[in-house]
Each structure stands twice: as structure tokens, then as C-alpha cells.
């Protein structure tokens, strides 16, 4: 949802402030004018809910596990899909920043084209990387991938600082 949240906060900053990020990361989200080949979860009865999130790797089984947990996340969770899952593309110019998107190689939820199709999101450059892993890729390459935004960020820094 990160992904989603970022681009469209890009946006908005762009079209109401005049503002614009120096770089934009996104992360295991197909590019926004990529409709989803998912059936909607955020609706399923509490069973099927809770084995979708089984299935998607990202809760902890102890989580999944504990009924109290699960009494308190489920509606934040819920709500968290709703948005995604109902969440409309408008057509808007490209950002004007570059992007880079990540994504896991054993993901099943969102494949290298979906993330290649953030590139036409930008017109700077677009990087895609992509690691071990499934969907929640972060918690398996984390050091990787924090290798890679390392890199992309001194990188940003010093265009920033040769620009200016």
C-alpha cells in the first residue's frame, strides 16, 4: 500500500504545492494503471480473510494465531485492502522524478511487468531490482535491499548537490 500512498502523495504535492520528491521507491505494488488480476479480500468472511493473509506471508503465524490480535487487526487490515482494491487510476502527467521499484522474484502477487509498468509513471529514469523472495521480499533481502537504497540515495544526494 506504501507504493500507492507515495505515488499519489507525489502527486499531490506536484499538483497542489508545486513540489516535487527527488527520487520515488516503491515496493511488491503492480504500477497504479495496472488493474489488479486479484479477486477483492477485504470483503471475505473472517475465515477466508485469514487464510488469504496466511497465504500472503506478511502476518506472523503467532498473529494469525491469536484471537485478541486478530479481534484488533482484522478491521485495520480490512481497511487496508479496501483502499487498494478499490483504489481508481486517474490519468495525470508523468513525475518528474526518477523511480525505482522492487519487487520479489518468487512473488506471486505481483509479477516483473506490473512493476515495469511504473516506468511509463516517470519521465526521469525508472530502475527496477528485484530480489530473493516472495511478496514481503523486505523482511528476506533486507540488507540487500537497503544496499540498493543506499546507493540510489547518494546517488540523489549528489545530483541535488551538482545541480544546485
Known amino acids: 500500500m506504501g507504493a500507492l500512498l507515495s505515488f499519489e502523495l507525489a502527486r499531490r504535492l ?30 471475505l468472511p473472517e ?14 503465524a503467532s498473529v494469525l494465531e491469536s484471537t485478541e490480535l486478530m479481534q484488533l487487526l482484522t478491521p485495520l ?20 522524478c526518477p ?12 509479477n516483473t511487468q506490473e512493476l515495469e509498468g511504473w516506468r511509463s509513471q516517470t519521465q526521469n529514469s525508472f ?16 540488507s540487500l535491499l537497503l544496499e540498493n537504497l543506499a546507493e540510489y540515495l547518494k546517488a540523489s544526494t549528489y545530483t541535488l548537490l551538482t545541480e544546485n
Open 127 to 142: 530502475q527496477l531490482e528485484m530480489f530473493s523472495g516472495d511478496h514481503f521480499f523486505i523482511h528476506s533481502a533486507q
Open 14 to 43: 506536484r499538483k497542489e504545492y508545486g513540489k516535487k520528491p527527488s527520487h520515488l521507491f516503491v515496493s511488491a505494488n503492480r504500477a497504479p494503471q495496472i488493474p489488479s488480476r486479484k479477486p477483492p479480500i477485504h470483503a
Open 77 to 96: 487490515l480490512r481497511a487496508d485492502f479496501a483502499v487498494l482494491e478499490t483504489y481508481v487510476y486517474a490519468q495525470e502527467p508523468p513525475l518528474e
Open 99 to 110: 523511480i525505482a521499484a522492487f519487487g520479489g522474484l518468487e512473488d506471486q502477487e505481483v
Open 47 to 60: 475465515a477466508e480473510f485469514t487464510q488469504e493473509l496466511r497465504r500472503l506471508n506478511g502476518t506472523p
